[in-house]
């Protein structure tokens, strides 16, 4: 069983930067890939950025060269690093785990909030 449970949003203007974190409980190393999605009010949930055991990262073009994923095994957690934000990058934030069993966990969610 895994539990997620993010912490780091809020409210900052445009062109400002958060760092989302992700406290992973259970073991880093059942987590194949973790990753961050949003959900903006009245759209559905999207992809943010994936980060493999490896340290594969991938990225939602929208994001590309302004947010970084990291993993820190040893410290259990998983972090998103938002720099340059802007307006559309308000939402709902959730934390992923996809063990190496293919189970999916989800975090409850943090707020972001981008104002221009």
């Known amino acids: 069983q895994v539990q997620l449970v993010e912490s780091g949003g809020g409210l900052v203007q445009a062109g400002g930067s958060l760092r989302l974190s992700c406290a992973v409980s259970g073991s880093m190393f059942t987590i194949n890939v973790m990753g961050w999605y949003r959900q903006a009010p009245g759209k559905q949930r999207e992809l943010v950025a994936t980060i493999t055991s490896g340290g594969v990262t991938n990225y939602a073009d929208s994001v590309k060269g302004r947010f970084t994923i990291s993993r820190d095994n040893a410290k259990n957690t998983g972090n998103l690093q938002m720099n340059s934000l802007k307006p559309e990058d308000t939402a709902v934030y959730y934390c992923?785990?996809?063990?190496?069993?293919?189970?999916?966990?989800w975090g409850q969610g943090t707020q972001v909030t981008v104002s221009s």
């Open positions: 992923n785990a996809e063990t190496i069993w293919r189970y999916e966990y």
